[in-house]
C-alpha cells in the first residue's frame, strides 16, 4: 500500500511540474519571456536560470532567443512569486496570446543581435629585400631593412546579427595609429599613421568544441616605397583579403571560456600611384580568453602572425604580436 502510494505521489509532481513550450516572438528577449509568468525572474532561483536549466543553448549563448524559437517553460508552480492570471490560467495551456503554433521562418530572417567594441595594443617588424632606389629606375641601392614599429593602438566597432542557433553575421570597422622607427643610418618619411579597415564575416558553430568564421574585406596595410638610400619611404595602400578563423576550446563552463584560435587570410592584389601591391599571405596562431558571466561579455585575445606580401618596390615580411581585448554590448537581456 506505501509503494503505490510513493508512486501516486511521484507521477502528481511530475505531472504537476511537467514543462510546456512558448515560443518566441518579434523583439521579445529572454526577461521579457520570464516576466510573463513569473515575477521573480533574476537571482539563483529566479526563473531566467530555470529557463536556461530546461535550454542548454541559452547557457551557453544567452543572446539566442530570435523570433520562431520553441523555449522550453518550467511549471510556473516552480515559480514562488508567479501572476496571479497566469497562476489561474495554467491548466488552459491553448492560450492564443502565448501558445501560438510556430511559424515557418523565411531563411534571411535574423534577430536583434549585439553591438561589440575592441581595443587592441601591437607590435610589428618589417623586413625587405633590397628596395628599388627611387633615382634610378632599375639599380636596388639599399639591400634592405628591419623596421620596427612604435606601439600601435587601434580601436574597432562592429555588430552581430543572430541569423540561427548557431550562425551569426558579423560587419565590423576600426582605426588604428602605425608608426615606425627608423635607425642610425635610415630615417622613416610615413605619408600617414592612420590606417583603417572595414570587414564583413559569417560565424559557425560546427559544436561545442569548433567554431568557424570565414570573412571578407579591405584593410590599409603600410608599404614601402621607392627609397634613396639614407630614407625610407612608407606608403599606405587600400588591399582587400578574404581569411578563415578556426576555434577549439580548450576549457568551457558558464562563467569562462579559454580558446585555441588559427587564422589564415589571402591578400589580393593593389595599385597606388604606379606602386603595385602583389598577392601576399597571412598566418597565424592566438589564445582566446571569454568571460561569459557579466551583463557584458569580454575577451582577451593573444595573436602572433606573419604576413608576407610583395610589391613592385620590394619584397615584405610582416611579424606581429598583439593583444586585443573587446566587449559586447547586447541589444537583449540575459
Not at 14 to 35: N, P, R, T
Not at 137 to 165: A, C, E, M
Not at 228 to 238: C, F, G, R, S, T
Not at 267 to 290: D, I, T
Request: aromatic share 10%; hydrophobic share 35%; net charge positive.
Amino acid at each position: 500500500m506505501l509503494f503505490f502510494l510513493l508512486i501516486s505521489i511521484l507521477a502528481f509532481h511530475s505531472f504537476a511540474h511537467e514543462s510546456f513550450s512558448h515560443v518566441v516572438k518579434d523583439k521579445e528577449c529572454l526577461s521579457q519571456i520570464a516576466y510573463q509568468y513569473c515575477r521573480k525572474i533574476y537571482g539563483k532561483s529566479g526563473f531566467i536560470i530555470q529557463i536556461k536549466n530546461l535550454n542548454p543553448a541559452l547557457k551557453r549563448k544567452p543572446n539566442l532567443v530570435f523570433p520562431g524559437k520553441v523555449l522550453s517553460i518550467p511549471s510556473i508552480e516552480l515559480c514562488l512569486s508567479r501572476w496571479p492570471q497566469i497562476e489561474k490560467e495554467e491548466k488552459t495551456i491553448d492560450t492564443p496570446e502565448i501558445f501560438e503554433p510556430q511559424k515557418n521562418l523565411e531563411s534571411n530572417q535574423v534577430s536583434h543581435g549585439d553591438y561589440f567594441t575592441s581595443a587592441n595594443l601591437s607590435y610589428k617588424i618589417i623586413g625587405s629585400s633590397s628596395i628599388l632606389d627611387a633615382n634610378s629606375i632599375s639599380y636596388k641601392r639599399i639591400k634592405g631593412v628591419s623596421l620596427i614599429s612604435k606601439p600601435i593602438f587601434g580601436v574597432n566597432i562592429g555588430r552581430r546579427f543572430n541569423y540561427s542557433s548557431q550562425t551569426q553575421h558579423i560587419i565590423f570597422g576600426g582605426l588604428k595609429y602605425e608608426d615606425y622607427y627608423g635607425s642610425k643610418n635610415v630615417s622613416v618619411n610615413s605619408s600617414s599613421v592612420l590606417r583603417s579597415n572595414l570587414g564583413f564575416g559569417v560565424e559557425h558553430e560546427l559544436n561545442t568544441e569548433h567554431t568557424l568564421r570565414l570573412n571578407a574585406g579591405a584593410e590599409e596595410r603600410t608599404v614601402i616605397d621607392e627609397s634613396v638610400y639614407n630614407q625610407i619611404n612608407l606608403e599606405k595602400v587600400l588591399v582587400p583579403y578574404i581569411g578563415v578563423n578556426h576555434s577549439y576550446v580548450l576549457k568551457n563552463s558558464l562563467k569562462q571560456k579559454f580558446e585555441l584560435l588559427t587564422h589564415g587570410r589571402y591578400l589580393s592584389e593593389s595599385e597606388l600611384l604606379g606602386l603595385k601591391v602583389r598577392p601576399g599571405h597571412e598566418l597565424g596562431l592566438g589564445m582566446s580568453y571569454k568571460l561569459l558571466k557579466s551583463r557584458f561579455p569580454a575577451e582577451w585575445l593573444l595573436n602572433l602572425s606573419r604576413l608576407e606580401q610583395s610589391t613592385s618596390v620590394t619584397r615584405q615580411t610582416e611579424w606581429c604580436f598583439g593583444v586585443n581585448y573587446s566587449v559586447n554590448f547586447s541589444t537583449t537581456d540575459h
